[in-house]
């Protein structure tokens, strides 16, 4: 039996939600006969597949529009069956049936972190299945406010001290070391966020194997390999700790106290952000060693005080570590600035750091190693990049990518004009010295992708004056780039 939702618009009415376009809704003017519609009363209503939803919508001053759809959990799932169908579906009813389930959010319970995720799943279905159409914007603009809202009110019982980050890609070689150091930690407050990033090696059967072994383990999964940053960004999303910790899968948390220590010290300070020290590891040489700039020596006058940016003269500035491990950040502070890393390319810690540190307001440094970095890992991104077999690179200009993003985050930061001169040192020697290292293959895409970021610098950015700060070298090779004279 077919059940009618009927939704007036009424001028009158106190309890209205202003939808844009003219149209608005009053809550829960429904007949289902039943006094009250809940959240969970659609999706029962509409769970089974062979049942059939007419929905009757009344517009403000214009004609009823009428439509029809298999369920309203079928709706959930593929928002893109509207604009296939013939039936009516413009963006103010679209709008109509996602403020039904913003009205009735608060009807949206999960008991389990499992849940959560899994909820998070399919909103991210709903996303993907409107993809490259119209109307995306607008349903995942929805989407995220109602997972958003839905996790905080799961995090009001459920919040733990630290998540955990880890993206995992073909590392079976390293991935139990790694979790063994996590889950040999003296403090137990935490939860362990993995992404398999379609490893195609026995990554996912070892971390599977930990899952059964702890409940405070969660293992999601990309369909295809999308890079360390779409993992970090993922796991973020599902991220329910006070705090994030942002570690390799083929690394070490060095100290068994370590998550206690940075816990505490974050806590009793209100961080936004701590930095600590880091070892090195060579996978080759199975050497252990420390480094200037692992030790973040550079901020060793600000070791156990409270600091922000701008406390760093512009010198210095740049010479700060930026990797993402070798630090601990609150999740509400991230999840205030919009913080994420940029996808698609090897450099994501650069702009993720800078992002975060200009908006940072409470920052502290610790004299203490917390973090086993492993490098020269042959089979690994950054050791891959100075491969000597001839191939095109397809990282290759990630380091324009990179430079972009710098100069949007420095200008629309307001911070610009104080690190302006060693910003455009930086960016134009970035280009310069990529574009000669780079092989023949790359070379020319390189080039076309570097004098579009050079002219952008120039029309979006204005900063060509700003050039005269630079080397004599670089200011020339700038212009040539622009003007094709580039020997």
Known sequence: MSSIIKLSADDNSKDMLDLSDNLVIKRNLFDLNQDTLTYIDIIKLLIDIDSVCSIQVTYNH??????RMHTFYDFLRHLDLLKRSSVMCDDRLLRTLLNLLVINIENIHVSSKKELIQLGIHIEQISDAYNQRSNYELVNKYMTIIFKRVRQKYMKNNLVNISVIIPVYNVAEYISECLESIYNQTFKNFEVICVDDASTDNSMKI???YKNKHENMYILKNSINSGVSIARNKAMKYATGKYILFVDPDDLVYNRQAFENLYKISENNNLDMLLFKSYEYDDITKQQSTSKYNDIQILDEFINTIFKYDDINEHDFFGINVTVWSKIYNREFLEDINASFIPGIIHQDNGFFYHVFIKARRVSFIDAYYYNYRVNRRNSAMYNLSSEKPQVNKHATD???????????????NVYDKYKKYLLIRITNYAKNRYYSTSEYDRPRFYSMMKELFNKMITKYKVYDDLSLVSYENKKFFDDVLNDTLN
């Open 62 to 67: 214009e004609p009823n529009a009428f439509f």
């Open 207 to 209: 971390l599977k194997k």
């Open 399 to 413: 380091i324009l990518v990179l430079c972009d993003n710098m100069l949007n985050t420095f200008i629309t930061g």
